[in-house]
């Protein structure tokens, strides 16, 4: 992800800044048209940061497929990134990403999301 955003080992801290800002913003374009609701699309994106977002988009997939509200994260999609650690998943024939093991990147989510709650409770 850094070499197709332009970053290298010795960028500096403010174009990392930068370039994080630009690639949420990517993502941002990707799921503004998957996921209508703009408190869940947060969830998404911050999984699509973490995991790429082909990846996510394998689980939307999924979740749809299987019966699952494709625009719903927890209980839906989360579940459908982590069952993309397993070949009857990362198999089927919505996939195009192959395996991956969500289980860290739906840990991600929950974890930043944990932290931003922090967050606003130190600075006002």
């Known amino acids: 992800t850094a070499k197709i955003i332009g970053m290298t080992i010795s960028s500096s801290p403010e174009e990392n800044i930068r370039a994080g800002i630009r690639y949420i913003n990517f993502l941002y374009s990707i799921f503004d048209h ?74 991600y989510v929950n974890q930043i999301l944990a932290r931003y709650e922090q967050y606003k409770n130190v600075v006002p």
């Open 34 to 107: 998957l996921v209508p609701d703009e408190k869940e699309r947060i969830y998404f994106i911050l999984a699509a940061y973490n995991a790429g977002p082909g990846h996510v988009v394998d689980a939307i997939k999924l979740a749809e497929k299987n019966g699952f509200d494709p625009h719903r994260w927890a209980g839906s999609v989360d579940k459908w990134l982590t069952n993309k650690a397993d070949p009857k998943y990362y198999n089927d024939e919505v996939v195009r990403n192959g395996y991956f093991r969500g289980e860290e990147s739906v840990a």
